[in-house]
């Protein structure tokens, strides 16, 4: 590896870090917004994302994909789509952080790669191998234990996860970069945020106008909070493997189970840690056989003869590499 990539993929890291991070702190900020109510939080969510979108896209002049977006129906659809899926976990999330669930909603993250590989199998009719059965049926399990433990499913988890699940299945059919997604949502989020919030305020019900400068801020910066950890991951996902992202990912929710224990005190009887130790063990599964899988990709790559150009190119890449 150069000292260029090395350098590279350097920054992919610590982007990565910094997205994961940022999404795993964020139960921290939600409180902050009180007394504003999860609807409200979520409203101005939507509204300042794009308006913080809108000024970066900008500033980097990249504005071609809208116009070609507009005219294909079927994408605009999807994206419509998604920009309701994600409507529907942002706010429950917001909600659950507020009202003292944040370790369940940590758990929605956490069963998220399961539920994503069952719906592959369900809708994309994609085959599992044997150990990713296994770690699916070890999270069906999990969920059981976890109902016996909370006297109700965790249905905080499950919508979260199924929503998360169905929101990036969508983004893959719209194959839209990350920014201009986030921006195309946000844009049809964006009216009916306005008409929330307008209709709030002449209700007299609106903390945005009813509790000062520093409240406004925080309702402004959520545009922030929501697109930042974005762009990161964007800079990422194009500096370091697949296979190292999907590592990264558990950072967001082990840094808010975490939160949730020892920051807001949050109840973990002996139930609950072994609903979570059975979701726990799935993700190893899951994770080692995706790594192993990679691995034994790599290596029939590597071993497949470079017929397609002269010899000495083949030695000039080994070298360079």
Wanted: contains cysteine; aromatic residues 12%.
């Amino acid at each position: 590896m150069t000292g260029k990539s090395q350098g590279e993929r350097r920054v992919g890291l610590l982007n990565g870090f910094a997205a994961y991070g940022m999404w795993g702190l964020v139960p921290l900020f939600w409180p902050l917004l009180k007394p504003a109510g999860a609807i409200e939080i979520l409203a101005h969510r939507m509204a300042w994302s794009l308006v913080f979108v809108a000024a970066a896209l900008v500033f980097v002049r990249r504005w071609a994909w809208a116009g070609e977006l507009i005219r294909q129906p079927r994408r605009l659809a999807l994206i419509a789509l998604a920009a309701a899926v994600i409507t529907v976990n942002w706010g429950l999330y917001i909600w659950s952080v507020n009202t003292g669930h944040v370790v369940e909603a940590s758990l929605g993250y956490f069963i998220n790669p399961l539920v994503t590989i069952a719906m592959g199998v369900l809708l994309l009719k994609e085959r599992l191998r044997p150990v990713q059965w296994a770690a699916v049926g070890v999270g069906f399990a999990a969920v059981i234990v976890l109902t016996i433990g909370y006297g109700r499913p965790p249905w905080i988890s499950l919508v979260l996860a199924f929503s998360f699940a169905t929101y990036g299945l969508v983004k893959k059919k719209v194959n839209l970069g990350g920014v201009e997604s986030l921006a195309a949502e946000t844009a049809i989020q964006f009216l009916p945020a306005v008409a929330y919030l307008a209709w709030l305020t002449a209700q007299g019900e609106s903390t945005f106008t009813s509790e000062g400068p520093g409240h406004v801020a925080l309702l402004a910066a959520t545009g922030v909070v929501t697109a930042l950890p974005l762009v990161c991951f964007g800079a990422a996902a194009i500096r370091v493997p697949l296979s190292t992202l999907g590592l990264l990912q558990y950072l967001a929710p082990v840094f808010q189970f975490l939160l949730g224990v020892l920051y807001f005190h949050e109840a973990m009887p002996p139930e609950r840690w072994a609903g979570f130790a059975l979701v726990w063990l799935a993700l190893t599964l899951l994770t080692a056989d995706a790594w192993r899988s990679a691995r034994r990709n790599r290596v029939a790559e590597l071993s497949v003869p470079r017929v397609d150009r002269p010899k000495s190119a083949a030695v000039d890449a080994r070298a360079g590499g």
